[in-house]
């Protein structure tokens, strides 16, 4: 671990300053000004007598520390690595948030004892948990109310009114307890399976909608004088133990008053029929089934007919040839399909048509794996796809959940939620010196692990390697995603020489792709980003049109393109890359021949 910097040698990094700091400000960062220190993460401070435009770095911190004290506002920190930062204040403390920019690897974010919270920037949609504790919170910030946050804990706070419409529609976890509430009204919170009400002084809880999976419901030492909820909640609130000390009882009702944990609560919606009124309903229902049926057998084969017409005009079910197959092999994932009122999509994530959804209060990634224009081929092949996935097990890969769908064209998967979203979208949001390559060299190491197990172990070819189909995670690290139905124009930019003259995948194209990989990781830049169309021009070109997708995808054919590399590339990565990159497959190293070497490298480089 790195040490901190000397006194006496931050006294001399006064520099122009990015940020606008208050007298006695003190404000922590992640950036360029901590990087003069040798540190990734500090605390900057205005320089005395100098100007408002000038600051210091008056202290750095170890790159293992995740809480930090006596902070009052929080900067640039997207070359901060750890999953959780916290931030402890004290009563009269206030925290200002106005230059605050999260890296993506932040997925908890916790202020402990702030008086006030200011100027809250929108929150990334890779923070899925938010922590303002034991402060003067009053209200909910809007920026707050419009994340895609699955977790608060808002204990020891001063709320006293809350409206449900405030917070995240996501939440699926909130802490209330200790806060100053005495009525929640029409309390909707549908995806709520975790709600802590302990130590408020309320009074009323009316219309209270949760979960019908909620899991934890907690109010302890409350006295309510009313207390009504939905039918779904009453019936998922018997299954669990009272909460100590909870009274309330339901003096006025305009439901049914029903007994919950021994007392009286009010319930909306209808009563389950008792087992005699199913029974006579079902022998009702079949004596009317029977005087019916002679009816309908006789126009059995008719509507046949108008279905079969039906589906074949309809448009968003039409599969225009191979539909008949491509029924057949949609049916082939029937054990894997998941009930689509379980699934509910959030926002849409970064990489492709890829979403963050719920699946029984779990957080979880959702792809939709074709489009309206979709062929009958492209949906058969993504379906042999999803069922190749079905088959792989490793904790190197995007793990799958199932799958569901109306009808094939909107096939829905249902994978493990990555909270740092997809490399290439991180590589491009920060540039090179904001990442270092101690965690490169770990992302590379895990896709190298997922092509070990897929060649060697699963003897299957990924044939997709690049930056977009590698997730990251604050605690998981790196995995290689199986899916990509559909691949980008550009994607040939990412295919071994071989392949683009029609040669079929294999797995010396992966380990080409993987040269490729080190190529963006070095550069954050797609392959051949800046190709020189003429050895003897001086000038780099964008390759933006098609014209010159085509000119380079030819070079790439004959050998004569070349990735490039930055001269701050590490020897060892470039060294590596060259080995991957080589024209002839079989001179290419193998998954396994890379891993030791990087195991070797990792032991002796990173100890």
């Known amino acids: ?38 540190s990734a993460v500090c605390a900057v401070t205005p320089v005395a007598k100098v100007g408002a435009d000038t600051c210091n770095v008056t202290k750095t911190f170890l790159d293992a520390q995740t809480t930090f004290v006596d902070m009052t506002m929080v ?48 929150l990334p949609t890779t923070l899925t948990t938010l922590k303002i504790q034991q402060g003067g919170l009053a209200s909910i910030p809007s920026t707050i109310g419009s994340s895609s946050l699955t977790s608060m804990d808002l204990s020891g706070s001063k709320l006293a009114l809350l409206d449900s419409g405030s917070l995240p529609s996501s939440l699926t976890s909130l802490n209330l307890a200790g806060n100053q509430l005495t009525r929640l009204a029409a309390f909707d919170m549908v995806h709520l399976t975790t709600l802590t009400l302990d130590k408020n002084p309320l009074t009323t809880i009316e219309n209270l909608r949760l979960s019908s999976s909620v899991s934890s419901f907690s109010c302890e030492q409350c006295a309510l004088s009313s207390f009504s909820m939905d039918r779904s909640t009453y019936d998922a609130l018997t299954k669990l133990s009272a909460p100590t000390g909870f009274t309330f009882a339901a003096p006025q009702c305009d439901g049914n008053v029903e007994s919950l944990w021994g007392m009286s609560a009010c319930v909306h919606g ?15 229902g079949a004596v009317f089934a029977a ?40 049916d082939q994932l029937a ?10 999509v959030l926002d849409r994530l970064s990489t492709g048509d ?57 096939l829905m998967v249902v994978q493990e939620y990555m909270d740092t979203g997809d490399l290439q979208t991180y590589l491009r949001n920060l540039n090179a010196q904001q990442i270092t390559w101690r965690f490169k060299t770990k992302v590379v190491q895990h896709v ?15 044939g997709h390697v690049c930056a977009a189909n590698v997730l990251l995670d604050g605690v998981k690290g790196a995995k290689l995603m199986m899916l990509d139905a559909q691949a980008p124009a550009s994607s040939f930019r990412y295919m071994a020489p071989e392949v683009l003259r029609g040669d079929p995948f294999s797995a010396a194209a992966d380990i080409f792709a993987l040269g490729l990989l080190l190529s963006e990781l070095d550069t954050h ?38 990735p490039v590399f930055t001269k701050a590339c590490p020897p060892w990565v470039q060294s590596l890359a060259i080995r991957c990159l080589d024209a002839d497959p079989a001179a290419r190293p193998t998954a396994v021949q890379i891993q030791d070497e990087l195991d070797h490298f990792r032991a002796t480089e990173f100890a």
């Open 270 to 284: 209808s009563k389950p029929l008792k087992t005699s009124v199913i029974i006579a309903g079902c022998i009702g």
């Open 354 to 410: 890829l979403w963050k959804g719920l699946f029984e209060g779990h957080v979880v990634s959702i792809r939709y794996l074709f489009t309206s224009t979709s062929t009958a081929s492209e949906m058969q092949t993504g379906i042999q796809q999803v069922l190749a996935a079905t088959r792989l097990d490793s904790r190197y890969l995007l793990s799958l959940h199932g799958v569901s769908w109306t009808t094939p064209k909107d």
């Open 75 to 122: 900067g640039d920190v997207r070359s901060y690595m750890a999953p959780t930062l916290t931030l402890q204040g004290d009563s009269k403390t206030t925290m200002d948030l106005g230059a605050m920019m999260l890296s993506p690897s932040i997925r908890t974010l916790a202020f402990q004892g702030y008086d006030v919270i200011s100027s809250w920037p929108a």
């Open 448 to 462: 190298v692990n997922a092509l070990c197990y897929l060649h060697a172990t699963a003897n299957f070819v990924h």
């Open 291 to 330: 005087v019916v049926g002679f009816i309908a057998v006789r126009h059995v084969k008719r509507k046949r007919e108008v279905v079969k017409r039906a589906r074949e005009n309809d448009a968003a079910y039409v599969l225009q040839v191979n539909d008949v197959q491509t029924m057949r092999d949609v």
């Open 525 to 562: 830049d797609v392959p051949y980003g800046h190709f020189w169309l003429d050895g003897d021009d001086d000038e780099s070109v964008d390759f933006d049109g098609d014209e010159e997708d085509k000119r380079l995808m030819q070079r790439i054919k004959d050998g004569d393109a070349t």
């Open 1 to 38: 671990m790195r040490a901190m910097v000397s006194t006496a040698l931050l006294a001399g990094l006064a520099s122009a300053c990015k940020y606008t700091l208050s007298a006695n400000a003190s404000l922590l960062a992640a950036d360029t000004l901590c990087l003069a220190a040798r």
């Open 335 to 344: 054990a894997f399909r998941l009930p689509l009122d379980q699934v509910v």
